[in-house]
């Protein structure tokens, strides 16, 4: 999906570790660079940007280990092992 694409209603999965969390796109800047998403209607946003490689990643976390935002499917899926 690119930049242009996404707006606000978009789906989206926000990848932590082996967990994955249902998100919505709440809004985006006009460069497509931030993109805000919460988990449901009412939920604190989170703020993720766009990287070199073309993923999102959520502000204030790391490039390799950080929180990533997968644009175009929700699903939330909680892995069992912990």
């Given at each position: 999906m690119t930049t242009s694409t996404i707006a606000?209603?978009?789906?989206?999965?926000?990848?932590v570790g082996s967990d994955s969390y249902a998100m919505v796109v709440v809004?985006?800047?006009?460069?497509?660079?931030?993109?805000?998403?919460a988990r449901h209607e009412g939920a604190e946003p989170r703020t993720f940007s766009?990287?070199?490689?073309?993923?999102?990643v959520m502000q204030?976390?790391?490039?390799?280990?950080?929180?990533?935002?997968?644009?175009?499917?929700?699903?939330?899926?909680?892995?069992p092992s912990f």
């Open positions: 606000p209603g978009t789906p989206a999965t926000m990848g809004a985006v800047s006009a460069s497509g660079k931030t993109v805000k998403a766009l990287r070199a490689n073309g993923g999102y204030g976390t790391g490039g390799r280990s950080g929180i990533r935002l997968h644009i175009g499917k929700a699903v939330t899926r909680l892995d």
